[in-house]
């Protein structure tokens, strides 16, 4: 591996130079000395972001490929494993707080010049990963065949999506350590060790698949053994560069309960905040299937596409995660408050890029998902609306980032309570005035990513979230 919690400086400063100057892009620097700490911020954003994004595109392609393997074996299969499947992505989305809590803590470590106790908060992170993990194992076991049914799925679906999410549990773990562990890298300015493992993870999982699923004719059960394997080894390839950088700088790798707690303790706020996300998507997916099934299968696929733009959205927000906390960790108030502007410029250019993009390609992107007439006429105002708001996104994107990477979870876990409160009537509402999908996402993209902008606008204007230190307190 190129990068590693050893060498933390190839996508970001040395070790031992803090942040770089202070305050040359602040009001006392001259236009000059602006317009290089604007290129040194670009450089940053890009060489963190790109390798991001790329690793966030891999994630998903997980559950393509075991979608395109277990498909050919027949319909109940592919229904089953697509209940086990959103279970499964629910299950560990909720803890995504490992990586981004992580990041904040172990970026901030590196901007204090602390490399072994920045190391040694990321791998409290991944010991709390594995408590979690073990838990939910527990508790999915014996559980698979209620969860299964909770979803409604068929009688003919149930008994695969039971046996995949049976096995596939075994996996939670190893996936919830990469979380972690991929948490600690981004905190050491380290986004391209998680790309190449992510895409590494893939390409073990398809060929996997095929062998167990064809080769050895164990069935869905096959596809479920070849994910967790390749899970297990990503997860193995993450702990070797951690232990292996934890031991070059002296760092313990023993579990540490108090460092544990209080990793669990900066992860509750950012739980809240998903958890109140994922209740605006799945009260979205509600009302859409209350409008008809046009509809429905409208709104999956702008919920599809939507989820995509996220993911490039998401990767400047990433880079924000690291490098604001890596500001913060150095005592550099301007320059983290320049990076901030500097990251709201690019949400800015690229969400105007990515709505264009959207709006240009609709007529390519659309007959990729479906050839029904009815669906077309519903989906085609749904993704302009989409389209016409990706600014807005790239700067609620961005601003979540650098509000994440400052440790401000409190603040971002009750402002997405109260857009959840905001967007909830509506959307409940909708159909009752008669609204149709078109409304739905305006309340969506419009209203719910509105609300996000101005809470989150409101926190960054204010400056509260500029709390220096190794730690933030």
């Known amino acids: 591996m190129p990068d590693s919690p050893a060498s933390p400086s190839t996508s970001g400063p040395p070790s031992g130079s803090g942040s770089g100057p202070k305050h040359p892009e602040g009001r006392q620097g001259t236009a000059a000395e602006r317009r290089a700490a604007m290129r040194r911020h670009d450089r940053e954003i890009v060489s963190l972001a790109l390798p991001a994004f790329g690793a966030l595109v891999a994630e998903p392609l997980f559950v393509m490929v075991d ?20 279970l499964l992505q629910t299950g560990v989305n909720i803890f995504v707080f490992l990586a981004y809590a992580t990041t904040a803590a172990v970026a901030r470590r590196v901007g204090a010049d602390d490399l072994p106790a920045a190391i040694r908060q990321g791998m409290d992170g991944i010991w709390l990963a594995l ?54 890298l981004r905190g050491l300015q380290d986004t391209r060790t998680p790309l190449y493992v992510a895409v590494g993870g893939f390409s073990a999982n398809a060929v996997l698949n095929l062998v167990f699923v064809y080769g050895f004719g164990l069935g869905i059960a096959g596809s479920a053994w070849g994910t967790v394997l390749a899970q297990w ?13 934890a031991r070059r700088h002296g760092a313990s790798l023993r579990p540490d309960a108090a460092g544990i707690r209080q990793c669990a303790q900066a992860g509750a706020p950012l739980l809240i905040r998903t958890l109140s996300l994922r209740a605006v998507l799945m009260i979205a997916t509600a009302v859409a ?21 996220a993911f490039a959205l998401d990767a400047i927000a990433i880079a924000g995660q690291a490098i604001i906390g890596r500001y913060l960790g150095s005592g550099d108030e301007e320059g983290a408050r320049a990076a901030c502007r500097r990251m709201v ?5 690229a969400g105007v890029v990515l709505g264009l993009l959207v709006a240009a390609a609709r007529p ?24 016409v708001t990706q600014p807005v996104a ?8 650098v509000l994440m990477g400052a440790g401000d979870g409190p603040y971002l876990a009750g402002a997405m309570l109260v857009t959840l409160a905001a967007f909830a009537p509506v959307a409940l509402l909708l159909p009752h005035w008669g609204g149709g999908l078109t409304e739905l996402w305006w309340t969506i993209a419009g209203l719910m990513m509105s609300v996000r902008l101005v809470t989150l606008w409101l926190r960054a204007r204010s400056g509260r979230w500029v709390v220096t230190g190794a730690v933030r307190t």
């Open 233 to 245: 080894a990503m997860a193995a390839v993450y702990l070797f560069v951690v232990v292996r950088g």
């Open 345 to 349: 410029q690019w949400g800015v250019v």
């Open 394 to 401: 790239g700067v609620v994107f961005v601003l979540d980032g």
């Open 67 to 86: 979608s395109a393997i277990v498909g050919h074996l027949g319909t109940p299969q592919l229904a089953g494993l697509g209940v086990a499947a959103a």
């Open 131 to 184: 408590l979690l993990g073990a838990a939910v194992v527990v508790a999915v076991l014996p559980g698979a065949p209620a969860l299964v049914d909770l979803f409604g799925a068929s009688s003919t679906a149930a008994p695969h999506a039971v046996t995949y999410l049976r096995v596939s549990s075994l996996g939670i773990p190893a996936m919830l350590v990469v979380l972690a562990a991929t948490g600690v």
């Open 289 to 309: 299937a209350r409008l008809g099934d046009a509809d429905i299968a409208a709104h999956q696929i702008a919920l599809t596409l939507w989820s995509l733009l």
């Open 364 to 387: 390519v992107f659309m007959p990729l998902f479906t050839s029904d007439g009815t669906v077309i006429d519903a989906l085609t105002p749904a993704l302009l609306v989409v389209a």
